[in-house]
């Protein structure tokens, strides 16, 4: 007589089909995902287990759901800034926040070294 093997969660066979293993037994993967996959906060849908999942104050995202609230450009693996709860990336953020060369009009990065108005050389420590 053969031993049972199924999901833990809706008790179909598993055999022959794919698993996950957890402490609490094997799961189906549909069962897996609904049991246990978090909810992206950006589009509402099931992290599955095959995802890349990222996690942000308390929010889980897909990978292609964490972008720049303003120009869409992933934020997966760049440098970013929340500002009044909205994802930015670095090149928005300083177009919207950071001020004006009133020469050029461009926005002055924050770690850039300021210009001399007369000489116009950059003043570096």
């Known amino acids: 007589m053969s ?3 199924d999901c833990a969660k809706c008790s179909e066979s598993l055999y022959g089909r794919k698993y996950i293993q957890t402490d609490d037994g094997p799961y189906c993967v549909p069962c897996y995902d609904n049991t ?8 509402q849908q099931l992290i599955g ?3 890349r999942e990222l996690f ?3 929010r889980h995202f897909h990978e292609g759901c964490f972008r720049c609230c303003r120009c869409q450009r992933s934020l997966a693996d ?4 929340c500002q009044d709860g909205e994802l930015l990336c670095n090149d928005c ?3 919207a926040f950071s001020s004006q060369c009133s020469a050029c009009g461009e926005p002055v990065m924050p770690d850039a070294a300021p ?4 000489t116009g050389w950059r003043d570096i420590p």
């Open 56 to 58: 942000y104050e308390d």
């Open 49 to 51: 287990h095959d995802s």
């Open 93 to 95: 953020y300083c177009s």
């Open 3 to 5: 031993e049972s093997f």
């Open 115 to 118: 210009i001399d108005a007369d």
């Open 78 to 81: 760049e440098p970013f800034t």
């Open 36 to 43: 246990f996959a978090n909810t992206c906060a950006e589009c």
